[in-house]
């Protein structure tokens, strides 16, 4: 089997908020690759800069107060962040597309979603209007919705919720992508939609033999859905492994302590595992390791100068004093967790 081509990279992104208070590191020097259909989970807690990830891809952050101040995303081998507002706007939705997280504010609500779908395929596609509308209601069909040419005319408030997120699905996989960003497509859906929407995507992605980045803070749909896992915290990747690495043994204390905290079917505990603390103000970032104030491992050294994403011998990245050959505390133990 021929080894899959890299079709996405970001080396040392950075993007920063520039505001009355001060500037915001949002994403602050992170680094990964996507292939050609393989899933990358993007994971951690709201705020760690998973969103603002994907939106600097697709160079859709505000500017002011955003900017991107650093950093490379190359998509098979042109660095978008130096492309031209008219270049971008070929490559947006053509061949990366986003599923956005909530429909109903990324929807037109007057518009029927069959026009909102052939306008996306007329703009990219050269398509005439007949086409681009007869496509829009095969799209409607390929993800799913029963009597595609009647909800092709309906506006999306009378749509269900699930319906709407199918919608955006096919929005954005009608111009067949080589990228498909997908932030949090699941959220507010109850578990039966969610499992059918992740579903829908595996499908799809087979079928078009699509790169996936999948955000999320749900670990469940990362060991559902994704091949590796970039995990995020404070604006930096902490770890960087193949899902089952991840799962099978995490490294960063950081995700030991997410995967700790998630309940299990076969133990009856009364409270779950927490993190301590809180994370740091993206306004004031600590000049050590970003979670060094929460980590119980810590020692002197982890307080003063930020580790570097280190590769393992499996292959996974952590960036972690503890896995680095300057590290004199206490391992890593598994009761700490527990």
């Known amino acids: 089997m021929e080894p899959r081509e890299t079709i996405l990279e970001v080396k040392n992104l950075k993007t920063y908020f520039h505001t009355k208070r001060g500037v915001s590191k949002a994403v602050d020097g992170i680094d990964f690759s996507l292939k050609k259909g393989e899933t990358l989970g993007i994971v951690g807690e709201s ?12 160079r859709l952050i505000p500017t002011p107060p955003g ?39 990324s929807l037109n609500p007057v518009i029927p979603v069959g026009e909102q779908i052939a306008e996306a395929i007329r703009l990219h596609q050269k398509m005439n209007k007949k086409e681009a509308r007869a496509k829009a209601i095969d799209m409607l069909k390929l993800v799913g919705i029963p009597s595609p040419e009647k909800r092709a005319k309906q506006e999306p408030f009378q749509l269900s919720g699930g319906m709407r997120q199918r919608v955006m699905i096919a929005m954005a996989l009608s111009c067949n992508p080589e990228v498909l960003i997908a932030d949090e497509p ?25 790169g996936v980045i999948m955000i999320t803070h749900d670990l469940g749909v990362v060991a559902e ?16 492994a193949p899902t089952q ?20 079917i076969d133990e009856d505990k009364e409270e ?29 050294m982890c ?13 996974s990245k952590v960036r972690c004093w503890m896995y680095s050959n300057e590290w004199t505390g206490e391992k890593l133990q598994e009761e700490v967790f527990s």
């Open 272 to 300: 779950l595992y927490t993190i301590e603390g809180s994370v740091p103000s993206s306004y004031s970032m600590p000049e050590g390791c970003r979670f060094a104030s929460r980590c119980p491992f810590a020692e002197a």
């Open 47 to 58: 705020g760690c800069g998973k969103s603002i990830t994907s939106l600097s891809i697709l």
């Open 225 to 240: 859905t994704c091949n590796k896992v970039a995990v995020m915290y404070a604006g930096n990747i902490v770890e960087y």
């Open 186 to 210: 699941t959220t507010a859906l109850d578990v039966t939609i969610q499992a059918q929407i992740l579903e829908l995507i595996k499908d799809l992605q087979t079928k078009l033999g699509m």
């Open 303 to 315: 307080h003063q100068k930020q580790p570097e994403l280190l590769e393992h011998q499996d292959g």
């Open 67 to 105: 900017k991107i101040e650093g950093g490379e995303v190359l998509f098979k081998g042109r660095d978008l962040v130096t492309l031209s507002d008219n270049e971008m706007r070929k490559i947006r939705g053509n061949e990366i597309s986003m599923i956005f997280q909530e429909p109903m504010t």
């Open 245 to 264: 690495n991840l799962f099978d043994e995490p490294k960063h204390p950081y995700t030991r302590g997410l995967l700790a905290s998630l309940p299990k």
